[in-house]
């Protein structure tokens, strides 16, 4: 029984349409509690669509998506509900400019969980420890590096406690020297057994992280299989070729 890790998210057959354009195709993916799943592939495979999809920020065409055995599709769940169980980190932060880091940081779970200032504000304060970020809750987001706003962003992801955090290309738009630092905090999420799925370009992030890696291209998981099976020994030319131009 212990064996047998619950399933957190189930999703099959998912596909996406924008138009005439089918960008997801029959995707299935079964996420275990505590499990880190990178997606990897070109730009333009359908990554941030199938996240967007999974987060319910695009509807998918058709297939099924199940959270902990609720069907998400349904219409039952508020899609507001379903976000405080599966919260997302963007490539571009989208933190609010005109807001301190610690109101970044409680304004959701101040509006959507009715916390109050203070127990928030004392929950903020820890997660910008956690973040590395203790002395900055006082000033605005344009004061930070990029490396420092994408840590604001997860912090403020974690204050509502999610049980599934899904990140779309955190470190893409970091300077080459503020990856590591984004990295760093996303490992530490994942030592501590957050279930995360994470689509990223960083190979060295994916190899030594992830529990299962996805090779996505054209709409299509192509191949996937554990760390070491996908960059040691890809049994796809397309998984081949890809991991020889990025590697
Ligand atoms: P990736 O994240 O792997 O780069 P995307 O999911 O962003 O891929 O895009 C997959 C395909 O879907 C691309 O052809 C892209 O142009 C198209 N696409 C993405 N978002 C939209 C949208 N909102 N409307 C129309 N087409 C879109
Ligand atoms: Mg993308």
């Given at each position: ?64 998506i ?18 405080q ?28 969980k009715?916390?109050n ?11 910008l ?28 992801a ?7 955090l ?17 990295l ?8 501590e ?55």
């Open positions: 029984m212990s064996e047998t890790k619950q399933s957190m998210l189930t999703i099959t057959k998912l596909s996406k349409y924008y138009g005439k354009n089918h960008v997801l195709k029959k995707v299935n993916l079964n996420v275990k509690k505590g499990e880190v799943v990178c997606i990897i592939g070109p730009s333009g495979s359908g990554k941030s669509t199938f996240l967007r999809c999974i987060n319910l920020l695009e509807r998918p065409s058709s297939g099924s199940f959270y902990q055995d609720n069907d998400v599709l349904d219409g039952k769940w508020k899609t507001n509900e379903y976000r169980h599966v919260g997302m980190v963007f490539q571009g932060y989208y933190l609010f400019p005109f807001k301190k880091v610690i109101d970044n940081i409680t304004m959701a779970p101040r509006t959507l009715n916390k200032k203070a127990e928030a504000e004392v929950e903020a304060l820890e997660l420890k956690k973040v590395g970020l203790a002395d900055k809750d006082d000033v605005y987001p344009a004061s930070l590096s990029g490396g420092q706003k994408q840590r604001v962003a997860i912090a403020r974690l204050a509502m406690h999610p049980e599934l899904l990140f779309d290309e955190p470190t893409s738009a970091l300077d080459p020297e503020l990856v590591g630092e984004v760093r905090v996303m490992k530490g999420l994942a030592e057994g957050m279930t995360m799925v994470v689509v990223t370009h960083e190979m060295g992030f994916a190899r030594e992280v992830a529990n299962r890696v996805i090779f996505m291209e054209g709409g299509y998981i192509v191949e996937e299989g554990a760390p070491e099976e996908i960059f040691g020994n890809p049994k796809n030319e397309r998984t081949r070729e890809f991991l020889a131009r990025v590697l």
